[in-house]
């Protein structure tokens, strides 16, 4: 579809004339890559808190992101942009973005796109990226691995849940925190 010329998707941005943030399916312009940058056909986006911050006003995306959220995507690579060699058109991939994610379509700088393994669901990898991002930042700086101890607060959420299982599969011993017998008895069973 085009209009004046331009491609244009479909985006789920914030519609804020009502006074209070609501997502709504807009036309939008279609991405083209940039030096260094991929455009990935989005095939699943996560839902963080961070975009509900967002849909509520107080958490914008950073400048040079597109406004609408979105911040992790996985899908289909579909166009390259000048100086990218790691990537191919039709690779699979996640993302972890500052924005915009919640789209037809995603530009995203090459050296923040991972390949997503031929044996696991774009739908699963578009919710991955967050949390493993997140939980690998803090280990790994810390020098987590074997014979060492994590405590893991709140261990049955998205974030949570991913710290236990890598720590589990870096060889920690693992404790956490869940709220009731039910929570607990899956964190446990996550390896914690």
């Known amino acids: 579809m085009t209009r004046k010329g331009h491609f244009v998707m479909k985006a789920i941005t914030v519609e804020t004339t009502s006074g209070r ?3 709504a399916v807009a036309q939008v312009a279609a991405p083209t890559p940039g ?3 991929v455009v990935i056909d989005v095939a699943a986006a996560g839902v963080n808190r961070a975009d509900l911050l967002q849909v509520r006003g ?3 995306s950073p400048p040079g992101w597109p406004e609408w959220p979105g911040l992790e995507a996985s899908g289909i690579v579909s166009a390259i942009g000048d100086g990218v060699t790691e990537w191919s058109v039709g690779d699979r991939v996640c993302a972890l973005v500052g924005g915009g994610a919640y789209a037809e ?3 995203v700088p090459a050296d923040l796109v991972l390949p997503v393994p031929d044996d696991m669901d774009l739908v699963v990898a578009g919710g991955l ?3 493993a991002c997140t939980v690998w930042s803090n280990l790994r700086p810390h020098g987590a691995g074997p014979g060492t101890t994590l405590l893991v ?3 049955s959420g998205g974030v949570g849940s991913f710290a236990v299982q890598l720590g589990a ?3 920690m011993r693992v404790f956490a925190t869940a709220g009731g017998q039910e929570r607990a008895d899956r964190v446990r069973g996550l390896g914690a």
């Open 21 to 23: 943030g609501a997502l």
């Open 35 to 37: 030096p260094g940058e």
């Open 58 to 60: 107080l958490y914008p």
């Open 105 to 107: 379509q995603i530009a």
């Open 129 to 131: 990226m967050e949390s």
């Open 153 to 155: 607060h709140g261990g």
């Open 169 to 171: 599969a870096m060889g």
